[in-house]
């Protein structure tokens, strides 16, 4: 006979007590880092009652384990120089994952205060141009417009690497 896990009899789910609630969070935490409702979140999914989920997560928050003033700077910063994102999509992501707004938006101007967005923009536009070199300047530029707004980059500073990029105004939207 093959092991059961309790409650596939009664096709319940199972329900994590507050111990075995904080060794999910722990091994959650041990891969990377969580925001404060994500990880309640995750753990209500795995059979958290909402209070033990609470419970759980506030007592690793107040032990230093999950912050969300750290989670948002270090994903607002590899985000945006590894995937070469600008700060509206990055407000947006961290907003997505529950964090506050002030904690966002001084997440997002740490993450731009080695190099600002503009110069940014303008590595990112440099990497994808040779790919959109096929096309005529126009729609080159249309295209480059349009893959550096999904980014996230602001229109402003679009237009601006645009112009500079492809010799092609972009005009106001």
Same mark, same amino acid.
């Given at each position: 006979?093959?092991?059961r896990r309790a409650g596939a009899e009664t096709g319940r789910p199972r329900l994590l007590d507050a111990p075995r609630a904080r060794a999910v969070a722990l091994d959650l935490l041990s891969r990377r880092g969580w925001t404060r409702r994500d990880l309640r979140a995750r753990l209500r999914r795995r059979g958290a009652p909402a209070e033990v989920a609470e419970a759980v997560v506030a007592d690793l928050e107040a032990r230093g384990y999950v912050d969300d003033r750290a989670?948002?700077?270090g994903w607002a910063e590899s985000r945006a120089r590894g995937r070469a994102l600008g700060?509206?999509?990055?407000r947006q992501e961290l907003t997505a994952?529950?964090? &506050?707004r002030p904690l966002v938006? +001084? &997440?997002v101007r740490e993450a731009f +205060? &080695?190099?600002?967005?503009?110069?940014? &923009?303008r590595e990112a536009a440099a990497r994808r141009l040779p790919l959109l070199r096929r096309a005529t300047p126009e729609r080159a530029g249309r295209r480059l417009q349009a893959?550096?707004?999904r980014r996230g980059f602001p229109g402003d500073i679009v237009r601006r690497v645009v112009r500079d990029a492809c010799g092609v105004a972009i005009p106001d939207e």
């Open positions: 006979m093959t092991a989670f948002a700077l700060s509206r999509r990055l994952r529950g964090v &506050a938006d +001084a &997440a +205060a &080695a190099d600002d967005e503009e110069t940014r &923009a893959w550096l707004l």
